[in-house]
């Protein structure tokens, strides 16, 4: 694909995929999850940077598909049906870090909408403690799951803190009201910070 390099403004020739497959490239599947896929470097003035352009990933295994796309509904035409009743989780990535999370997320098994809560309940801890303004934070992400406990890091410029949330704690907060955690996986949804942020302004507007 042919890119003008935003540095230099000269054009440059940069190698895109739409589509991978996790299990049948796992070179590529690497580079997804390391968003390393996306970095390039321009030929003429040396600059690093990253490009984002559409993608489709497909993981067989840990059975999700993502749609990195900035477009609100992604053309899959009539595919979305089969592949919910075969198991498959479907989501829209708008941007590289959400996707290279969600792909962590999948992979370690986790549900996602758990995994944004626990993120929303680091974030709410943090400020409770005065660690810091809602301001400071430059980056909220999940990092892993271990023996049931997952670790939130919240970012403030160079400083990282971390936030242990236990994954039952969680669930249990999402069972005083599903409903409201529901989601549907024909609409390809869009789960990340701005959707659960969404969820408590919705609720409290209706208060
Ligand atoms: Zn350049």
């Known amino acids: 694909m042919k890119y003008i ?4 403004r000269k054009e440059m020739e940069i190698e895109v995929f739409d589509k991978v497959n996790a299990q049948e490239d796992p070179d590529l599947q690497e580079r997804c999850a390391s968003g390393d896929l996306f970095k390039t470097s321009c030929p003429h003035c040396k600059q690093d940077f ?4 559409p993608l489709v990933y497909i993981d067989t295994v840990n059975k999700f598909i993502l749609w990195l796309s900035q477009d609100e509904h992604p053309e899959i035409g009539n ?12 989501r829209r990535c708008s941007t590289i870090r959400e996707f290279t999370e969600k792909i962590a997320i999948f992979e370690d098994g986790m549900d996602d909408v758990v995994v944004e809560l626990a993120k929303y309940d680091s974030f709410i801890e943090f400020i409770d ?5 809602a301001e400071d934070i430059t980056s909220i992400e999940y990092q892993r799951t271990e023996n049931e406990v997952m670790k939130i890091n919240i970012r403030t410029g160079d400083q ?11 669930e249990e907060e999402i069972a005083q009201n599903p409903e409201l955690y529901e989601i549907r996986d024909d609409e390809i949804p869009l789960i990340n910070s701005d959707w659960i942020l969404s969820l408590f302004e919705e609720s409290a507007g209706q208060a």
């Open 129 to 133: 403690n005065k660690k810091g303004t």
């Open 160 to 170: 990282g803190m971390s936030f242990l949330i236990p994954v039952g704690m969680v």
């Open 79 to 90: 595919l979305t049906r089969p592949l919910i009743q075969q198991g498959y989780r479907l």
């Open 5 to 8: 390099c935003p540095y230099c």
């Open 50 to 53: 990253m490009v984002q352009y």
